[in-house]
């Protein structure tokens, strides 16, 4: 009896609105829960490399939060990553860290750099 009580004292608590959640709600949800569960990575040497393989082999790796950072600082994103080299990957390459890391790859003009 004090089951059924409880149930309706939080039914009606909530209401008919109260039951349905809002989309942004539902939206932090799922930009903050993952539907795959984070592994140990190890975190691959990325200098010199073309940036578009080098964004592939992380996402094949697991990485799910990875950002693209520019070294020339007048640069404000990069779209392509196949056009730019790797210059340095923080976590540093070889550390072994969790999937959901997040992962900053600086890059720097592929076709200019040696």
Request: aromatic share 8%.
């Amino acid at each position: 009896m004090k089951k059924i009580i409880a149930v309706v004292a939080i039914s009606a608590a909530l209401g008919s609105a109260g039951c349905a959640a809002p989309e942004a709600d539902v939206a932090t949800f799922l930009r903050t829960t993952s539907a795959v569960p984070s592994v140990y990575v190890t975190v691959p040497e990325v200098y010199g490399r073309n940036g578009g393989i080098v964004v592939d082999e992380l996402k094949s790796l697991g990485f799910t939060d990875i950002e693209l950072a520019a070294k020339d600082v007048s640069t404000t994103s990069i779209s392509r990553p196949q056009d730019w080299r790797a210059f340095a990957i923080e976590p540093s390459a070889g550390e072994i860290v969790r999937s959901d890391t997040h992962v900053v790859v600086t890059f720097t003009e592929g076709f200019r750099y040696r």
